[in-house]
């Protein structure tokens, strides 16, 4: 499941494709995957000519494609969405939901198994959170100033929830997933079913430095779990083969030896070493 690291990825390899690239022709395979505007034979009329520029922005796991005529294209992957950058002769994935052919003869495909993700187009003058309105539930980006150890404090003050639920929320911290939660917690030497009341400054700024480097490092391995997103060339991310903790249950703890373990915590699983993580 794609997140900040691999959205920030596709981001950078999209800014090696996309500027100056114009819409001759939109296809929608899947009427669900546009989230705005319906139908989606309005959604495709209304791409036809529109140019991308040099601005593609991120907030959290959703991407702002900046357009000439001041609209922009919003995507979100959700679980298992992926932009694609394809010459338009290659076949067509058994996934694909939305397809933006461009003059140059390549073309944006938007594939998606699993069905969550979504594209919009916002209008000009039109503010993106009106449209797409999961940005309006955003907390602040972990590498921004708004995102501090004091901050977490006053966000836990009094809640009960364990930590790794509260890190997953993307009301507390936009863009973590269940990957960089895991990492984060076993460098931070914080057990994931701590409850956040519980958590001291100490801890707190042990967590944060941590968030910072977790998800600097996964967008310097290029993420996690994107493969082939932008060209043919079979990039993979780089990040799971080094984690501390995600995906490691049984495998020995890589401070201590011992076996990690994984929990299943508000439906999602939680990777740990319960001797370097203690429950404060
Ligand atoms: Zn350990």
Redesign the pocket.
Known sequence: MPELPEVETLRRDLLAHLPGEQVVSAEVLRAASVGYPKPPTVFCEQMIGQVFTDQITRRGKYLLLHLAAGASLGVHLRMSGRLLWRSADLPLETHLRVRMIMASGYELRFEDMRVFGQLWLIPARTPPEQIMTGLKRLGPEPFDEAFSPKYLAEQFRGRSQPIKTALLDQHLVAGIGNIYADESLFISRIHPLTPVRKLSLDALVRLHGAVVEVLAEGIVQRGTTLRNYTDAQGVNGNYAGTAWAYGRKGLP??????P?ERIRLAGRSAHF?????SLE
């Open positions: 703890c890589r401070v201590c030896g011992a990690m070493c319960s001797i370097c993580q």
